[in-house]
């Protein structure tokens, strides 16, 4: 319940969305606080870029998960797969030497 | 990135390496920027008194010390030095001069601290010097100063800087002229 997990083009998807947006908003800070005389006003919008960043990716959101990965089935379920495909094709050729 | 620490982690550590970038072009940014600060120090008044002891200077083992006390005038406008990424000002008068002994001698007349644009224009009148002034050699004798005002930019992040105004010459300093204490 508590795993929060997300498939593998979310991570590559999470990881783009993370630099993308930090490093949009540092751009974006630098030149505001540079037109602005301001170094506080640029230390704000850059924490506004991690906030937003931390927003889109940390949560599992369902936009993340949208290729699951397809496990294999176990190996317990093969087994008793094949044991009963075994059994059905022993049957089978009982029958056809009963038959013939 | 598969579990909610990871992804955590990751946008932690990147935007850390992200402010480092942010931080770094701000210093380099900081050192172009023009400005044409302006200051002038005048002495008014030299007067040279020995005493034991003065403002800082706590000799008692000596009678005479030869202290000199100077009453100055101070103009100065240093509000273009304030850009974004200057914390505060360190303002200082300094007097120069040399000695047979010591060929170059500076001396602090008086220092502030500006930490706001507007208390940066300065115009100082009657101002005593506020370091007593006392020279290795103990003597005051034949000695010419010249007077001239430094600035220290502290930045928040980034590169000391430094400037000074031109100086004024030609103070000499007189003989002693009573006793202080």
């Known amino acids: 319940m508590f795993e929060f997990h997300i498939d593998f083009q979310g991570q590559n998807l999470a990881e783009q969305i993370t630099q993308g947006v930090i490093s949009a908003f540092g751009v974006i800070a630098f030149l505001a606080g540079l037109i602005a005389q301001d170094i506080r006003l640029s230390m704000y919008i850059f924490a506004a870029g991690v906030a937003i ?9 369902p936009y993340l998960r949208k290729n699951p ?16 495909s075994k059994q059905e094709s ?5 029958k056809d030497k009963k038959a013939s | 990135m598969n579990s909610l620490q990871n992804r955590a982690n990751a946008v932690m550590a990147f935007s850390i390496s992200a402010i480092f970038c942010l931080l770094g072009a701000i210093a380099f940014s900081a050192l172009i920027i023009p400005s044409n600060p302006s200051g002038a120090v005048a002495l008014d008044s030299i007067k040279v008194v020995t005493g034991r002891y003065d403002k800082n200077w706590v000799d008692y083992k000596t009678r005479n010390n030869e202290f000199a006390n100077t009453i ?5 406008d240093l509000s273009s030095l304030f850009h974004w990424n200057t914390k505060q000002l360190f303002v200082y008068a300094v007097a120069e001069y040399s000695t047979p002994t010591h060929p170059k001698n500076q001396i602090v007349l008086w220092d502030t601290i500006i930490k706001r644009k507007s208390a940066a224009v300065i115009s100082k009148r009657g101002l005593n010097n506020k ?8 003597k005051w004798t034949d000695v010419n100063a010249n007077v001239s005002l430094h600035w220290n930019i502290v930045p928040y992040v980034g590169f000391m800087t430094y400037g000074h105004s031109k100086a004024s010459e030609g103070y000499a300093f007189p003989l002693p002229s009573g006793i202080q204490t």
């Open chain 2, 131 to 138: 370091y007593s002034l006392i020279d290795v050699n103990k």
């Open chain 1, 53 to 61: 960043a931390a927003f889109l990716v940390i949560p599992a959101w």
């Open chain 1, 69 to 84: 990965i397809k496990w294999l089935p176990s190996r317990e379920k093969l087994a008793a797969a094949a044991a009963a």
């Open chain 2, 72 to 76: 100055m005038r101070i103009d100065a």
């Open chain 1, 90 to 94: 022993s049957t089978s050729d009982l």
